[in-house]
């Protein structure tokens, strides 16, 4: 079984969270628990999954290409959406790396930052390190630094954190759907079985 508190690359703290402000969350077994009350979603008419992640987390890199996979056969009725995670000071240009891609429509390169991290053993600690692994991808330096330190990245970034919040991540990959149920390995035993039990909940979302 794994642990819901996975290995993390950074020393310190948890993420402080709210505990007055966090919804209960309440088992349904095993494999899920149920968020009550429910939180609302950023996607009105839609079924939304948000999976937490962190670059650093071995077991998001595992996850990644079956979420990926299983993201792209979805009905239009629901999206998905990433959230990285951080549980410290030390983990937020790895925020700002993952925003920097989305913003600049090289969403292309999000795998090869696991890669990078897991498998090359680059240390992307910090916004030098960042913008150099970045460059070495091909793109440009200086676009990429104002893109990296511009409002809408901080803005994301923000986001991320008020989720992580109110959904009471304490743990990677943690996978939620529609505000109203949580999964992840450390509740299922698996990653492929992540995937099969966060399909089963979005067709709990829709009723069915």
């Not at 402000?21 to 948000?50: C, F, M, R, W």
Request: hydrophobic share 45%; aromatic share 10%.
């Amino acid at each position: 079984m794994l642990l819901k508190l996975f290995t993390r690359f950074f020393a310190g703290g948890a993420l402080a969270i709210a505990l007055s402000l966090a919804p209960a969350v309440h088992a349904q077994g095993a494999a899920y628990t149920e968020i009550n009350p429910p939180q609302p979603t950023d996607s009105p008419g839609k079924i939304e999954v948000l999976e937490f992640f962190a670059y650093t987390c071995p077991h998001c890199k595992a996850l990644e290409p079956l979420l990926q996979s299983w993201a792209r056969q979805l009905p239009s009725d629901v999206v998905v959406h990433q959230v990285p995670i951080a549980f410290n000071a030390g983990m937020k240009p790895l925020q700002q790396l993952y925003y920097s891609l989305e913003i600049m429509d090289r969403m292309d390169l999000h795998e090869k930052v696991f890669t990078a991290i897991h498998d090359e053993h680059k240390r992307l600690l910090n916004k030098s390190s960042i913008v150099d692994w970045a460059a070495d991808q091909g793109l440009d330096r200086a676009k990429f630094e104002a893109v990296f330190d511009s409002f809408g990245v901080q803005s994301k970034v923000l986001r991320a954190d008020q989720l992580a919040q109110a959904y009471h991540i304490d743990g990677t990959p943690t996978v939620a759907v529609n505000g109203r149920y949580i999964t992840s390995p450390a509740s299922t035993g698996g990653y492929q079985q992540t995937v099969a039990q966060a399909d089963k909940l979005v067709q709990m979302a829709r009723g069915n």
